[in-house]
T-cell receptor, first 114, second 115 residues
Framework: DGGITQSPKYLFRKEGQNVTLSCEQN?????MYWYRQDPGQGLRLIYY???????QKGDIAEGYSVSREKKESFPLTVTSAQKNPTAFYLC?????????????FGDGTRLSIL | AQKVTQAQTEISVVEKEDVTLDCVYE???????LFWYKQPPSGELVFLIR??????QNEISGRYSWNFQKSTSSFNFTITASQVVDSAVYFC????????????FGRGTSLIVHP
């Protein structure tokens, strides 16, 4: 079955450490997104990519970095510059482009500080 | 700029009650799309429905129904005869043609259905 796979499901970060969250999709979707979810805050966009080798900052990009070297992969790195990384991170993709397309989501990675 | 407001943070009902989740939106576009997603405890958001701004027909799918009213900028979601499996966080989202088609999500409504 096609879908989005996020790994790991749970991740712990030590002070000063960078960590990378994986997002892989086999849906052949062009656009991919990273969201951060905090309790009561809804979904906030971190980065998005509409084609390979191109990505754009979202609303809360500071302290995060991404790459899009392959169509199916969009890893997110949470750097030591992100001082409050504890949150639930969701990866999403869209088939094609246009505002009418619903997003497909992975089942998330929960990141905590050690 | 687009905005989605889900004023109900949490709703608690007893099984078999009907429940309505409110969604109010703001956009300057005349062409836009509204979505509802369900996030069960497992974490993955699941797409439920999409509506475009030119189609104000209400929709029913089993126990779920959606009421889209442009006059009040609302896109409300009703669950009839709620069940414990309906317990989840529900998100309303808006996508318009004004930018790069990035949807704006509301903050979500947590629905708890008690047996």
């Amino acid at each position: 079955d096609g879908g989005i796979t996020q790994s790991p499901k749970y991740l712990f970060r030590k002070e000063g450490q960078n960590v990378t969250l994986s997002c892989e999709q086999n849906l052949n979707h062009d656009a991919m997104y990273w969201y951060r979810q905090d309790p009561g805050q809804g979904l906030r966009l971190i980065y998005y990519s509409q084609i390979v080798n191109d990505f754009q900052k979202g609303d809360i990009a500071e302290g995060y970095s991404v790459s899009r070297e392959k169509k199916e992969s969009f890893p997110l790195t949470v750097t030591s510059a992100q001082k409050n990384p504890t949150a639930f991170y969701l990866c999403a993709s869209i088939n094609g482009q246009g505002p009418y397309q619903p997003q497909h989501f992975g089942d998330g990675t929960r990141l905590s500080i050690l | 700029a687009q905005k989605v407001t889900q004023a109900q943070t949490e709703i608690s009902v007893v099984e078999k009650e009907d429940v309505t989740l409110d969604c109010v939106y703001e956009t300057r576009d005349t062409t836009y799309y509204l979505f509802w997603y369900k996030q069960p405890p497992s974490g993955e958001l699941v797409f439920l429905i999409r509506r475009n701004s030119f189609d104000e027909q209400n929709e029913i799918s089993g126990r779920y129904s959606w009421n889209f009213q442009k006059s009040t900028s609302s896109f409300n979601f009703t669950i009839t005869a709620s069940q414990v499996v309906d317990s989840a966080v529900y998100f309303c989202a808006l996508s318009d043609t004004g930018g790069s088609y990035i949807p704006t999500f509301g903050r979500g409504t947590s629905l708890i259905v008690h047996p």
